[in-house]
């Protein structure tokens, strides 16, 4: 069974970081691109950040650029999130999410796996 | 970056009517780069189309995408209690990835 599991959530100061990860099972983990897609609840999906399956092409949206860091682990099948300098407004759930696209050299696609996420609340 | 643009905000239909959701984005999404989910309450997204018209796997044939360009549109027909959801549509024409604000389908 193809199965995506997030970990690392919880209730965080503003300012402070936090390590979101994602264990990876039933796929080749190695082969696709991994993402990381936010929803604050009761709103809509926001993407968060992109990394290819061999980690040389990587995005973030403009919301996280230079305080998040995606990262990956294809020894490990783990996708991880670096989130610093957390605001209240990255107050989320935080979804891991499988790229469609089988070793894909170009852009990102769409997402045909989710995990079922994990809850961020950065308040003081 | 693309911008998407869902309407209605809401839609209202009973069990067995058809619907039909739309998604305008700001430029070209060439024929096919746009994706359609539903999410439930409490649940993740779920892909149901993907390259504007292809059904993905397990999705029943009631759901019907089209359109191309920058006008997209998910047709439900006969819906099922199980319909009753959030429809979000997505592109990937270029990064970063865009989802458009949702489209609530309630039984009237």
């Known amino acids: 069974e193809v199965q995506l599991v997030e970990s690392g959530g919880g209730l965080v100061q503003p300012g402070m970081s936090l390590r979101l990860s994602c264990a990876a099972s039933?796929?080749?983990?190695?082969?696709?691109?991994m993402h990381w897609v936010r929803q604050t609840p009761g709103k809509g999906l926001e993407w968060v950040a992109g990394i290819s399956w061999h980690s040389g092409n990587i995005d973030y949206a403009d919301s996280v650029r230079g305080r998040f860091t995606i990262s990956r682990d294809n020894a490990k099948n783990s996708l991880s999130l670096h989130m610093g300098s957390l605001r209240a407004e990255d107050t989320a759930f935080y979804y891991c999410a499988k790229d469609s696209q089988v070793m894909t050299t170009v852009t990102f696609w769409y997402l045909d796996i989710w995990g079922r996420g994990t809850l961020v609340a950065v308040s003081s | 970056e693309i911008v998407l643009t869902q309407s209605p905000d809401t839609l209202s239909l009973s069990p067995g009517e058809s619907g039909a959701l739309s998604c305008r984005a700001s430029?070209?999404?060439?024929?096919?780069?746009l994706a359609w989910y539903q999410q439930k309450p409490g649940q993740a997204p779920r892909l149901l189309i993907y390259?504007?018209?292809s059904r993905a796997a397990g999705i029943p044939d009631r759901f019907t995408g089209s359109g191309s360009g920058t006008d997209f549109t998910l047709t439900i027909s006969r819906l099922e209690p199980e319909d009753f959801a959030v429809y979000y549509c997505?592109?990937?024409?270029?990064?970063?990835?865009?989802f458009g604000g949702g489209t609530k389908v309630e039984i009237k």
């Open positions: 997505q592109q990937y024409v270029n990064s970063p990835l865009t």
């Open positions: 390259d504007a018209s």
């Open positions: 430029h070209s999404l060439s024929t096919k780069y």
């Open positions: 039933g796929f080749t983990f190695e082969e696709y691109a």
